[in-house]
C-alpha cells in the first residue's frame, strides 16, 4: 500500500517501524566500524541508505497528505497513535545521535590511516612520533629515561 494512502493511525505505525529497524542498522554499523571492518559493512551501508530513503518517503507522504506542521496528523490520531509518534520522535533522535557517533568514529579512522601512511612515507611531522619512516629516532626527539637496571 502507498504510504500516503495509509489511515493517520497506521502511516504513523509504518514510521515507527521504519525508524526502529534504521536504529537497528545504526546500531549495527557502529559496532562494525568499532571493530575489525567485516564483510557485512557494505551491506549494512546499503541498507542504512534504504531505510533513510524509506523514512525520506514518508516524511514527503506526511507534508503532502497533512500539510503544514505536525500536529495536523496528530490531531487526527488515537491515543496509542500518538504515544507511538512520540515514540518516533524520539527513535529519530536516537537514529540522529548513533548516526553522529558512527561518523566520529569514520573520521577517527581516515585520521588514523592518514597518519600511518604519512610516517610509512617519512612525511610525517616528528612531533609525537618515536620513530620516523626508517625506523630511526628523529634527531629533535628528546628520549626519557623511565629507569634504569
Not at 506542521?69 to 524520539?90: E, F, G, I, K, P
Not at 617519512?122 to 628528546?142: E, F, L, Q, R
Amino acid at each position: 500500500m502507498d504510504e500516503g494512502h495509509l489511515p493517520p493511525d497506521a502511516f504513523v505505525e509504518r514510521c515507527a517501524t521504519t525508524a526502529t529497524a534504521l536504529l537497528e542498522v545504526l546500531r549495527q554499523e557502529r559496532v562494525a566500524l568499532a571493530g575489525v571492518p567485516t564483510e557485512g559493512l557494505q551491506a549494512i551501508f546499503d541498507r542504512k541508505a534504504e531505510l533513510a530513503d524509506a523514512l525520506d518517503r514518508l516524511e514527503t507522504a506526511r507534508r503532502q497528505r497533512w500539510p503544514g506542521s505536525t500536529d495536523v496528523l496528530t490531531q487526527q490520531l488515537s491515543n496509542d497513535a500518538a504515544a507511538r509518534r512520540s515514540v518516533y520522535v524520539m527513535t529519530l533522535e536516537e537514529c540522529r545521535e548513533t548516526n553522529a557517533i558512527s561518523g566520529r568514529l569514520v573520521q577517527a579512522r581516515q585520521r588514523n590511516v592518514r597518519e600511518a601512511i604519512a610516517v610509512l612515507r617519512g612525511s610525517a611531522t616528528t612531533s609525537g612520533i618515536t620513530y620516523d619512516a626508517s625506523g630511526g629516532k628523529p634527531d629533535n626527539h628528546d628520549s626519557l629515561t623511565l629507569g634504569s637496571a
